[in-house]
């Protein structure tokens, strides 16, 4: 059974760091772009962040770029999203999602439950 597991979210103060994880089982990240999405009370979706299992590309959405960095694990099966300078417009539930044979997640095959995220001013 293919499995997502977001953790590592909280409450935090602006300027501050959270270590987001996403721990997969059921599958291997090979053939799979692994991105993090977040969702902000009353906004649409917002993909932030992908990284490639194959080939280890990275993208970062404007909003998070210099910030954020995403990284992969395989041993683990896990990616991680460091999360630094935070401000309170961070708030959002975070989600991890996957797609197969993408270096960047469009249109994800499987999602995580997701955490929250309170970046407190």
């Known amino acids: 059974e293919v499995q997502l597991v977001e953790s590592g979210g909280g409450l935090v103060q602006a300027g501050g760091s959270l270590r987001l994880s996403c721990a997969a089982s059921?599958?291997?990240?090979?053939?799979?772009?692994i991105g993090w999405f977040r969702q902000a009370p009353g906004k649409g979706r917002e993909g932030i962040s992908s990284?490639?299992?194959?080939?280890?590309?990275?993208y970062y959405a404007d909003s998070v770029k210099g910030r954020f960095t995403i990284s992969i694990d395989n041993a683990k099966n896990t990616v991680y999203l460091q999360m630094n300078s935070l401000k309170p417009e961070d708030t959002a539930v975070y989600y991890c999602?996957?797609?197969?044979?993408?270096?960047?997640?469009?249109?994800?095959?499987?999602w995580g439950q997701g955490t929250q995220v309170t970046v407190s001013s």
């Open positions: 999602a996957v797609e197969k044979y993408r270096t960047i997640v469009h249109l994800a095959d499987f």
């Open positions: 059921g599958f291997t990240f090979d053939d799979y772009a």
């Open positions: 990284i490639s299992g194959s080939d280890g590309s990275t």
